[in-house]
């Protein structure tokens, strides 16, 4: 059975912005400072980031 691990955390690499999943709200919630309200953000989420478990 293949289980898919979405991520649960992404930092945005321009201007640190950091959000986190709530399940409970199915959205991704700002978790500290807002960065750059006008970033077109580059979440770290990347090639080297496998969802899939095995």
Do not use: F, L, Q
Not at 9 to 21: A, F, I, Q, Y
Not at 30 to 53: A, K, M, R
């Amino acid at each position: 059975m293949v289980t898919i691990t979405p991520p649960r955390e992404r930092t945005c690499e321009r201007c640190g912005r950091t959000d986190v999943w709530r399940p409970e709200r199915k959205n991704w919630i700002v978790d500290g400072d807002v960065g750059n309200p006008y970033c077109i953000h580059d979440w770290d989420i990347n090639g080297s980031y496998n969802p899939i478990e095995k």
